[in-house]
């Protein structure tokens, strides 16, 4: 999720096209998403055709086909989405439920890919023991993979030293050699997606696999008992009940700064505020409730809110909440994804300021 943000998150650019829809992991529901999609994409051309000339059109159509293509939907997860212009053609998956919807604007919609990030739970399960050690992705209670390449690990390191074989220091080295092993290798896999790691080891070994790890701070917990023959998708189940502890913990951290800033002075709920902080480069973070959108066309630096049904109109803005959360992250800010009462009283959305 992190690189495909990278590569499109600073494209600007006429036409940036957005398909989103929600898909589904299993047959027989899996048989419905290219349906669904296929409509999405005539509501997409048609919206083309409706606002560009024909020969401007064409390449961008010509990339959405090619793409829609290439997706194998046996692979889906929980929703789908597409970024295509005359020179960009990728898609994503997401493990989180979406709004159904085609975004045409000079920037591509990342809101779902930073709530997918912020808001919602990824995380690694480190399955571990003292023979053998597994890695899985997860999101919230759901597994994403269980990853390949270097892993399983086998334990092949052995001591034929009789001294060592016979003393609680030379087992627990033989262990932490090995752990200082799985965890080069975890490392090395978890690179270009870090994330937190939750250990599900039995609770003699987290010392050992702690004391050897290179990036402590990472590791957020564990589950107890040795796990080398239970499935991944029955493991996950119980490490989320740890992770949501976890996760509620740290909203309920970020809602209290909301308050805190409220009491200083510093928050602002008005739509037109809030654009013009983060464009002078005063947001700090942006807080939104979970599936608020809202269309809305910029008018002497005042953001002017619209009816859906007007949302067509070629100087509206699909959803100035997805600008907002762009620009924001753009600026150094952050962003936190709000779900129940919390925004109520700040119509949805409210922006911390630096100063």
């Known amino acids: 999720m992190d690189n495909i943000l990278k590569k499109i998150k600073n494209i600007q650019a006429e036409a940036c096209v957005t398909i989103i829809l929600n898909t589904h992991r299993t047959r027989p529901d899996n048989e419905k998403d290219p349906l669904l999609l296929k409509n999405l994409v005539k509501e997409a051309e048609q919206r083309l055709y409706d606002t560009y000339e024909k020969r401007f059109v064409w390449p961008i159509m010509d990339n959405l086909n090619k793409l829609v293509e290439k997706i194998d939907h046996q692979q889906n997860l929980e929703s789908l989405i597409l970024f295509v212009n005359q020179e960009v053609a990728e898609y994503t998956r997401l493990p989180v439920k979406v709004v159904d919807r085609v975004i045409i604007d000079n920037t591509f919609a990342t809101r779902d890919l930073v709530r997918a990030m912020h808001q919602e739970s990824s995380y690694y399960v480190l399955v571990l023991s003292r023979q053998n050690a597994r890695l899985i992705e997860a999101f919230n209670d759901k597994m994403v993979k269980e990853l390949g390449g270097d892993f399983p690990i086998k334990n092949n390191l052995y001591s034929t030293d009789r001294q060592d074989l016979s003393s609680n220091k030379g087992t627990d080295n033989l262990i932490e050699e090995f752990f200082n092993r799985v965890d080069k290798i975890v490392q090395a896999a978890i690179k270009d997606n870090p994330l937190p790691i939750l250990l599900a080891t039995e609770t003699r070994n987290v010392h050992h696999y702690t004391k050897v790890a290179d990036k402590k701070h990472i590791i957020i917990g564990h589950i107890n008992k040795n796990r080398d023959d239970e499935k991944a998708h029955h493991i996950i189940p119980e490490a989320w009940e740890v992770v949501k502890t976890i996760t509620k913990e740290r909203i309920a951290a970020r809602i209290s700064e909301l308050h805190n800033a409220v009491g200083a002075g510093k928050v602002v709920s008005d739509l037109s505020e809030i654009w013009n902080a983060i464009q002078h480069g005063r947001g700090q973070t942006l807080f939104i409730k979970k599936g608020?959108?809202?269309?809305?066309?910029?008018?002497?630096?005042?953001?002017?809110?619209?009816?859906?049904?007007?949302?067509?109109?070629?100087?509206?803005?699909?959803?100035?909440?997805?600008?907002?959360?762009?620009?924001?992250?753009?600026?150094?800010?952050?962003?936190?994804?709000?779900?129940?009462?919390?925004?109520?009283?700040?119509?949805?959305?409210?922006?911390?300021?630096?100063?």
């Not at 630096?301 to 959360?325: A, C, G, R, T, W």
């Open 292 to 355: 608020y959108f809202q269309p809305a066309y910029l008018k002497d630096n005042q953001v002017v809110p619209v009816d859906k049904f007007e949302k067509d109109h070629k100087d509206v803005i699909d959803d100035i909440v997805d600008e907002l959360i762009e620009f924001n992250l753009a600026f150094g800010g952050d962003n936190v994804f709000i779900e129940g009462d919390e925004l109520q009283k700040f119509n949805n959305l409210a922006l911390t300021t630096r100063y």
